[in-house]
């Protein structure tokens, strides 16, 4: 029975001479041979699959099978849903295409990116082109200037044989969750806001006291 591509081996199909085996809970019920486990399964109706082939021993599990079968895709379609494929896009141009021609592919470059593709461009030169390969970078630089807005150049230009090519990746959009607050970059500190610590005050210079002095004694007159 081919299930997540391999053969998935039930009931009587199991061949391992002893078996680990788990409940339909997930709960250990150690390891017995095929014939005892399966006689476990068929006594609550369900049935015995091999989960785990490569393991030693090959571990079983008591479930319904058809239940196994749904719980099993159901992961595979998952898995496959959260699985994003990007497409590769090409987009052929010459040499000396003309304005027009160069407007019409940039736009359908514009296109596969916006719908989330990879875009391989291509200036094929051909006969005397070969030695004006100079024309086919100077036309890859101004369709990477042209479509910078939803795409970045992934591989920068390069000689591939007789043509030259490179790919165009779509930008990725900025994240949902940031705020626009935190990606700008932090406002400058105005100079005026800025306190320049003030200098100290000196410190008063104490005014001189004049100490007083004791009265000399008075000398008597002499003869008095």
Same mark, same amino acid.
């Given at each position: 029975?081919?299930?997540?591509?391999?053969?998935?081996?039930?009931?009587?199909?199991?061949?391992?001479?002893?078996?680990?085996?788990?409940?339909?809970?997930?709960?250990?019920?150690?390891?017995?041979?095929?014939?005892?486990?399966?006689?476990?399964?068929?006594?609550?109706?369900?049935?015995?699959?091999?989960?785990?082939?490569?393991?030693? #021993?090959?571990?079983?599990? @008591? +479930?319904?099978?058809? =239940?196994?079968?749904?719980?099993? /895709?159901?992961? %595979?379609?998952?898995?496959?849903?959260?699985?994003?494929?990007?497409?590769?896009?090409?987009?052929?141009?010459?040499?000396?295409?003309?304005?027009?021609?160069?407007?019409?592919?940039?736009?359908?470059?514009?296109?596969?990116?916006?719908?989330?593709?990879?875009?391989?461009?291509?200036?094929?030169?051909?006969?005397?082109?070969?030695?004006?390969?100079?024309?086919?970078?100077?036309?890859?630089?101004?369709?990477?200037?042209?479509?910078?807005?939803?795409?970045?150049?992934?591989?920068?230009?390069?000689?591939?044989? #007789?043509?030259?090519?490179? @790919? +165009?990746?779509?930008? =990725?959009?900025?994240?949902?969750? /940031?705020?626009? %607050?935190?990606?700008?970059?932090?406002?400058?500190?105005?100079?005026?806001?800025?306190?320049?610590?003030?200098?100290?005050?000196?410190?008063?210079?104490?005014?001189?006291?004049?100490?007083?002095?004791?009265?000399?004694?008075?000398?008597?007159?002499?003869?008095?």
């Amino acid at each position: 029975m081919p299930i997540a591509d391999r053969f998935v081996r039930i009931n009587e199909r199991i061949r391992a001479r002893e078996i680990r085996v788990i409940n339909e809970e997930g709960g250990q019920l150690g390891i017995m041979p095929p014939y005892e486990a399966l006689k476990l399964a068929r006594s609550q109706g369900l049935d015995l699959v091999e989960v785990a082939p490569t393991a030693n #021993p090959p571990v079983c599990r @008591i +479930i319904n099978y058809g =239940k196994y079968l749904y719980q099993l /895709s159901k992961r %595979q379609h998952e898995a496959r849903k959260n699985q994003k494929s990007i497409e590769l896009k090409e987009v052929k141009m010459r040499p000396r295409t003309s304005a027009h021609d160069f407007e019409t592919k940039r736009n359908k470059v514009i296109d596969f990116l916006r719908e989330g593709a990879k875009v391989k461009v291509t200036v094929m030169f051909r006969g005397r082109e070969m030695a004006h390969r100079d024309l086919g970078f100077k036309m890859m630089e101004r369709l990477a200037e042209e479509v910078g807005e939803v795409g970045v150049v992934e591989t920068r230009p390069k000689i591939e044989g #007789p043509n030259l090519s490179t @790919i +165009i990746g779509a930008k =990725k959009a900025p994240g949902k969750g /940031s705020s626009p %607050q935190a990606s700008r970059p932090a406002a400058a500190t105005s100079p005026a806001t800025i306190r320049k610590p003030q200098p100290k005050p000196a410190p008063m210079p104490v005014a001189a006291v004049p100490v007083p002095t004791a009265p000399e004694p008075s000398q008597g007159k002499p003869g008095g």
